[in-house]
Every structure is written in structure tokens, then in C-alpha cells.
């Protein structure tokens, strides 16, 4: 860790960096934010999500004193209004969107343009301005361009030059407006890396951010967004629930834990057709049903499942598309109780599918089930004698089941529902 | 070259330049209908600014030189310096490589200026008031279509252009109207003042315009920085420390100040603020830190040049104003359609 790109960090338990209070602007007497209330603090890597037009950029620059709303903003306790743009310069640093440049400037030459609010204008850049911009082009792994001309980079160097000029701004207060927008992932992840290090060393990031699934990766905080108001502000899990999305993106998300990654995670439904009258009932476990499960709920099916035991990942699966599924104790078989449950679901719906899953005893008596059904559709996508670990006995009802079911492979799933 | 460190880049350029201008100063001297050899021209220069004291000199040829053509030559590096380095600055103020100081109704306030300056008669009391009734009249036209962009405390480029236009247009028909009564004597004086002549330029001309000119030019020289940011864009600038819009205004009244009173005494010689910065910038590259003295360089060089040209031809000079606009207006042209086909800015 640079502690001179850093900073010391050390807050001291002094007051917010940055607090918003009723901010309203207008563009010829159209509202473009409405109320907007938060404070800030150092440490915080704050992503602005919504969709296109909520105000995230336009908010940015009310912060940064672009724009002139009404209202109260306030950094370090002093109003920014009563500052000048030189001053606030050297409190806040920001990468606008379009980033593109068009005269031959040199990389350096750039990166020293962040230093700006620090000269005066008989006083030039000193060797310790250029130390600065050094420290800061290494930092984002441009020293190396130090001399090319920033119209002849890739999108991709010149963002992280123009990072390295914010960095020599070296301001508390950094805002990132859509940062990625121009860069392909590798750079977007370095990016937001580079972002998220700098708020773990006590700078304050806020930062309008296209991508949600990147936003919940590396911000501290999530404050989203709608037609200019604060729809929801907290940490990513408070803030990415179903409602949110809904409510501000329009979209019928499912929203869950990601198992792989540990973080809130969420599936946008593609669907829009109804099956409302089809009822579906799955079996299936070790996560063979999750996919399944899915595709019907899209589909719009009414959706019935089990038995999983505990722990099992169809089991959370099913709880987050939020649908009925029945569940036994694990490592143990299928007791009486669960069964007969089971077949009663099996019975209810209109058609049951046996997912491509793995049989032992535990789970053996899901087949007895399955025969319950007023039509079976089994996916196979492998070999059922290399699924079978009950010595044949589960091979034999599965075989027995075949006779009277629907066989296809779980990417021809869609052609019979 | 244009990787080089900016101050690298001013140390090679500007010495180089000098030295030009220099080579320039001394042929523009040496030549004409009395030829002097260049070797005597600079001594009888030399000798006049007391640095050499040589009473071997022949006397017709050191009044020809010091008293008619040197002033001649010094209004035309000033003129020249202040006239390319404002074009570099409002090229940089506009984002434009269009731009130039005419844009901002310059020449036209200072033309009708100059008409009222004959018509009224003022213009033949004193040598100085017609450079200062053309002066009052560019002050006072920029100040109206600045006004006349305002917008919320901003100025607008585009509407600054538009209505630059529009307001020329106007001036110029109220100073066509006024020229269309005046007798054949007052429409040959503006006449000739338009084209830009430096015939007849004295030791009073110089005096009048070289302080103002290098104290300008030293002002805008220390907005280098301010422009380079402004290059980034408006909001970026902003970000970064600048009051863009201060800046702006501050730049705009400066310029149309060193515009005036260059104008003022020459005439509007026309193309020098918009070619000379641009093919500077070809070499020297965007930073204003460079682009404006290396600009004002290559202005005073070129209108020497240029009246160096037009002394040439036996039968009567022809006005320097009349050479800058046979050289600038092809070179405009290119530069519309590559522009065009490149699709730049305009």
C-alpha cells in the first residue's frame, strides 16, 4: 500500500465528509432530482445505480458544482456554493463519462492537470507535482505511457490515465460517473478495484454504475435510484431486493445469495409467456432441479417441487423463485410423512418432471412418487446406470417409469411445457 | 516531436523562430525600390540604437532605413504577433480551428470606427484618433454581441458566432451607407485603411501600439494553462479548478483589446489570426504554453513577410492585407475540406 496515494485515512471520528440535504434541480422548470437526502462518509465506496435518466450523473455534478440545484451540500461542513471551483478541485476529484480527448496532449501533460487547483499562475509545476503525477500513473499502470499522446491510447489506457489525473487531484471526495462504460471487463474489474482500495484507505468514492452485478461486487453501499429520487440506500443485500428492482428497472428479478460467489445475485426473467394454467411438479436434488426450475418459472408455470433434503441447493433454489417445496431430513431416507406428501403434490399438478439426478437410498423413494404422475416427463442428459447407487434396485423403477414418460434431453426442456 | 516535454519543445521552437524573425526584420529593411545590402541594413540599425557608432554610413540610406522602413517593419511584427497570437487564443476559447479574431465583429466595429473617424473630420487633426475611433468601435461591438450571447451568465460559442455574424453584417451596411455619402478623398482614405496598408507607418504608430501589444500578449500568455484545460471541455475544466465562463469573458475582452488596437493602426489585414496559429499548431502541438508565443513569432514573420512580397513589384506595392488574403484564403479552403472529410468540429 502508497499511503501518499492514499492518504492517512485516519477520519478521527470527525463529522461526514459529504451531506445532502432536500437537493432539488431543474432544468427549465422540468425536476431532474427531487429530494435528495444522503451523507457520506470516508471509507464508504458508494455505487449510484438506476436506470438511464433516474439523475446519476446529473447528481454527480450537483456534488462536483456543476450543476447549481437548491438545496444544501455541504463537504467538511462547509456549503459548496460558497466555494469556488478551485477550491472544491482540491476536495473532490471526478472522471466524467465521455472521456475521449481529442488533442495530441502528452499522457504527463494530462496527468498534470490535476494539479491544477494547487497552482498558481506565476507558480509552475514543481518536482513534486510531477512526483505526485509519477506516484499516481504508476498506481494505474500508466507510467509507461508517460509520453504517447492521450488521443492515440486505447479506451482502456486513457481511462486509467485519466484515473491517475483524478488520483493527483488527491481529494477526500472521488465521483466516478459510469467509469466502465468505455472499457472491457478486465479493465472494468481493475478499475473498480483500483476504486474500491482507495475507499478502504479512507478516501470516499461515489460512483453512478451501469452494472448492478459489479456494483453489489464492490461497493460498500448502494443507493438507488428512480426519476430523480432516492428509491433505496443501504448496504447492496438491503438495497438489490426484488421490490428495488422492480420498482425501479421495471423488471420481474429473482434475487438470491450466489452460492459461488457469496454475494447478492439476482436473474432477470426473460419470460413473458403465461402458462398460469399449467401446473408442474419437479423432482429432482443435488442441484439438478435448479435449472429446470427456472425455465418453468418463465415460462410463467405454477410450480411444485421435491423432496430435497436440507442443504441441498434445488432446495434454496426453489426458495428463491419463492415456490412450494418439500424438504426431509438429510443424509437420511424419505420418511413415510414426506412421501406421502409428495405424492399428493405429484397428483395435484398436471404434469410432473424428473430432473437428471443422482439415485440412492435416501432419495429412492422419489421414484415411487413419480409414478403417481397423471404425465411424466424425464430429462436424461446422462447415462442412468452411471446415476444409479442403489445396486440396480432404483435403475429398475426408473426403467419401469420410462415406459409410460415423455424422454428428452434438458436442452429440448422448453418443447414440451 | 510532439512527445517531447512542452518546456523542451519551447526551448528548440522559440530561439529558432527569434532567429527567423530576426532574418525576416533585417530583409524586410534591406529591401525595396532603394536596395541596401542586408550587411548594411543591419549595421545602419545597429548604428541607430547606439550599439555601433559608424559616421562612414551614407545618410540617405540610413533615413531611408531608420526613418521610413524600420517603423514600417516593427508595426508589422506587432501587428502580426497580436493578430495570429489572438487567433491561437479564441481557436483554443472555441475549440475551433476556425475561429479567429475577426469572429467576434473586430474589424467591422473598428471599420465603422474609422468611416466616422474620416467623415467627421477627427481623423485629420492628430495621427491618433482614427486608431482610436477604430479602437472604441471594436470595443464597443464585441461588447454588444457578447451581450448578446449571454445566456444565464454563460456565454454560448455557437450563439457567439451567430450573432458575431449577424451583428458584422449589420455594422458593416450602416458603414457602406455612411461610405456612399462621403466624397471620393474620404472613401479613398477608408478605402485604403481597410486594406490594410503599413505605407506610411511612423515612429508615432509604433509607439502607439507595441506597450499595449506586449503587455497583452503577456497577459494571455499566462491563461496558457487555463486554455490547455478548457481544451478538455467545459466540464472537466470545471472539475478540475477552472470558472470556465470567467475565463472565457476574461480571454474574449483581452483579445478583442489587442485585436483593436493592432487593427487599429493597420486595418483588418485579414487570415493572419486564423493560418499562422494553425500551422504552428501542426509543429508545436496543442499546449497553449507553446502555442501562443510560438504563434505570435510566426505572425510577426509572416506579416513581414508578407509586406516584403508586396514591396516587390516596380510599379506601385501592393497593400499587405491584399497578400495575407491571396495566401490565407486558399489555405482556408483546404482546411474546409479536409475538415470536412476528416469531419472535425464546424
Not at chain 1, 23 to 35: A, M
Not at chain 1, 86 to 99: P, V, Y
Not at chain 2, 159 to 179: K, R
Amino acid at each position: 500500500m502508497n499511503p501518499e496515494i492514499f492518504g492517512n485515512g485516519s477520519t478521527g471520528g470527525r463529522a461526514r465528509l459529504l451531506r445532502i440535504e432536500n437537493l432539488n434541480y431543474h432544468i427549465d422548470g422540468v425536476p431532474i432530482l427531487k429530494d435528495i437526502s444522503f451523507e457520506a462518509d470516508k471509507k464508504e465506496f458508494i455505487g449510484l445505480i438506476g436506470p438511464n435518466g433516474a439523475g446519476k450523473t446529473t447528481l454527480l455534478k450537483c456534488i462536483n458544482g456543476i450543476n447549481k440545484g437548491t438545496g444544501c451540500i455541504e463537504l467538511d461542513g462547509t456549503d459548496i456554493r460558497t466555494l469556488n471551483n478551485r477550491q472544491i478541485a482540491s476536495k473532490i476529484a471526478m472522471l466524467h463519462q465521455d472521456t475521449t480527448v481529442t488533442f495530441p496532449f502528452t499522457v504527463m501533460d494530462i496527468v498534470l492537470t490535476g494539479r491544477y487547483h494547487k497552482l498558481g499562475r506565476f507558480r509552475p509545476e514543481t518536482t513534486e507535482d510531477y512526483a505526485v503525477a509519477r506516484r499516481c500513473m504508476e498506481y494505474t499502470d500508466t507510467l509507461k505511457l508517460e509520453n504517447r499522446l492521450i488521443n492515440t491510447l486505447s479506451g482502456g489506457e486513457r481511462q486509467r490515465a485519466l484515473f491517475a489525473r483524478v488520483l493527483a487531484q488527491e481529494t477526500d471526495l472521488i465521483l466516478l460517473d459510469e467509469p466502465s462504460a468505455s472499457l472491457d471487463i478486465a479493465y472494468e474489474e481493475q478499475l473498480f478495484k483500483y476504486a474500491r482500495e482507495l475507499s478502504d484507505n479512507g478516501k470516499a468514492v461515489i460512483a453512478a454504475v451501469h452494472d448492478l452485478k459489479t456494483a453489489v461486487r464492490y461497493c460498500t453501499r448502494l443507493i438507488m435510484m428512480k426519476e430523480g429520487r432516492i428509491i433505496a440506500d443501504g448496504s447492496p443485500e438491503s438495497v438489490i431486493t426484488r421490490e428495488n428492482l422492480r420498482s425501479s428497472y421495471g423488471v420481474d428479478a429473482i434475487v438470491y445469495r450466489n452460492r459461488v460467489t457469496g454475494l447478492v445475485d439476482f436473474h432477470i426473467s426473460g419470460g413473458s409467456r403465461s402458462r398460469k394454467d399449467l401446473s408442474v411438479h419437479v423432482i429432482g436434488g443435488g442441484g439438478s432441479a435448479c435449472g429446470v426450475i427456472r425455465q418453468l418459472f418463465e415460462a410463467g408455470c405454477r410450480i411444485t417441487a421435491g423432496v430435497f433434503p436440507h442443504g441441498d441447493s434445488d432446495l434454496s433454489c426453489a426458495d428463491i423463485f419463492g415456490i412450494r417445496a418439500l424438504a426431509c431430513r438429510p443424509f437420511s431416507e424419505i420418511d413415510d410423512n414426506s412421501l406421502k406428501e409428495n405424492i399428493e403434490l405429484v397428483k395435484a399438478a398436471d404434469m410432473t418432471i424428473l430432473c437428471d439426478m443422482p439415485f440412492g437410498l435416501q432419495n429412492i423413494r422419489n421414484l415411487e412418487a413419480a409414478a403417481y404422475a397423471s404425465e411424466l416427463i424425464i430429462i436424461e442428459d446422462t447415462d442412468p446406470r452411471n446415476r444409479d447407487f442403489t445396486g440396480g434396485k432404483a435403475l429398475e423403477l426408473y426403467n419401469g417409469l420410462k415406459k409410460r414418460a415423455v424422454v428428452v434431453d434438458s436442452a429440448r426442456l422448453h418443447e414440451v411445457i | 516531436m510532439n512527445n517531447l516535454n512542452v518546456y523542451k519543445k519551447m526551448g528548440i521552437m522559440l530561439p529558432a523562430m527569434f532567429l527567423l524573425l530576426l532574418f525576416t526584420i533585417i530583409a524586410a529593411v534591406a529591401l525595396g525600390a532603394v536596395y541596401v545590402p542586408l550587411g548594411r541594413s543591419f549595421r545602419i540599425i545597429l548604428d541607430n540604437i547606439g550599439l555601433i557608432d559608424d559616421p562612414a554610413l551614407p545618410q540617405e540610406q540610413v533615413s531611408i532605413i531608420f526613418r521610413v522602413r524600420l517603423p514600417r517593419v516593427i508595426v508589422a511584427c506587432v501587428a502580426g504577433a497580436a493578430l495570429s497570437a489572438c487567433g491561437a487564443v479564441m481557436q483554443g476559447l472555441f475549440r475551433n480551428p476556425m475561429a479567429d479574431p475577426g469572429v467576434l465583429g473586430v474589424s467591422s466595429g473598428a471599420g465603422l470606427g474609422a468611416i466616422i473617424a474620416i467623415t467627421t473630420g477627427f481623423a485629420a487633426r492628430s495621427i491618433y484618433t482614427m486608431p482610436l475611433f477604430a479602437a472604441v468601435g471594436a470595443l464597443c461591438t464585441v461588447t454588444l454581441i457578447y451581450l448578446l450571447a449571454l445566456r444565464k451568465g454563460k456565454i454560448a460559442p455557437l450563439t457567439l458566432i451567430l450573432s458575431g455574424i449577424a451583428v458584422s453584417t449589420f455594422i458593416g451596411a450602416v458603414t457602406q451607407f455612411i461610405l456612399i455619402r462621403s466624397n471620393t478623398y474620404e472613401v479613398r482614405r477608408y478605402v485604403f485603411w481597410t486594406m490594410g496598408g503599413l505605407s506610411g507607418m511612423m515612429w508615432e504608430q509604433v509607439r502607439l501600439i507595441t506597450f499595449p501589444v506586449l503587455v497583452l500578449l503577456a497577459v494571455l500568455m499566462m491563461f496558457s494553462r487555463e486554455l490547455n484545460l478548457l481544451q478538455l471541455g467545459e466540464e472537466e475544466a470545471q472539475s478540475l479548478g477552472l470558472e470556465p465562463s470567467r475565463t472565457r469573458k476574461l480571454l474574449l475582452l483581452f483579445t478583442s483589446l489587442i485585436t483593436a488596437v493592432a487593427i487599429s493602426v493597420c486595418g483588418p489585414v485579414s487570415f493572419v489570426g486564423l493560418i499562422v496559429p494553425h500551422m504552428v499548431r501542426l509543429i508545436a502541438g496543442p499546449d497553449h504554453r507553446l502555442l501562443i508565443p510560438a504563434s505570435a513569432l510566426g505572425g510577426a514573420i509572416f506579416l513581414t513577410g508578407c509586406d516584403i512580397l508586396g514591396r516587390l513589384p516596380a510599379d506601385g506595392e501592393i497593400h499587405v492585407g491584399i497578400i495575407t488574403a491571396i495566401l490565407g484564403a486558399p489555405y482556408f479552403l483546404y482546411l474546409l475540406i479536409r475538415t470536412r472529410r476528416v469531419g472535425g468540429a464546424f
